[in-house]
């Protein structure tokens, strides 16, 4: 199942993974960890070069404010770590 699928629908699968491994998170805010299955483990490898190559148009829904590049090709998240770090 493609990661954009993932993200963008919903069906038995998505709801399955996502009571699995996601909780209340969606997949783009999950980090690896190494007690991860093989599963969740191949899906954080690719997670990264998916999202590298998508963009995401705000609607009503939630924003990826630390995560998504807003200004060239860094996050916030990595180009103000200190300020991300007292935040979170």
Request: hydrophobic share 40%; aromatic share 12%; charged share 25%.
């Amino acid at each position: 199942m493609p990661l954009k699928q993932m993200v963008n629908e919903g069906g038995i699968r998505q709801q399955l993974i996502k009571n699995m491994y996601l909780g209340t998170k969606i997949i783009i805010q999950v980090e690896k960890k190494s007690a991860d299955s093989h599963f969740l483990s191949g899906l954080m490898k690719v997670k990264s070069d998916f999202l590298s190559c998508v963009t995401f148009k705000i609607q009503n829904g939630e924003v990826r404010f630390w995560e998504d590049k807003w200004m060239g090709s860094t996050s916030f998240r990595e180009k103000y770590i200190n300020l991300f770090n007292l935040v979170f």
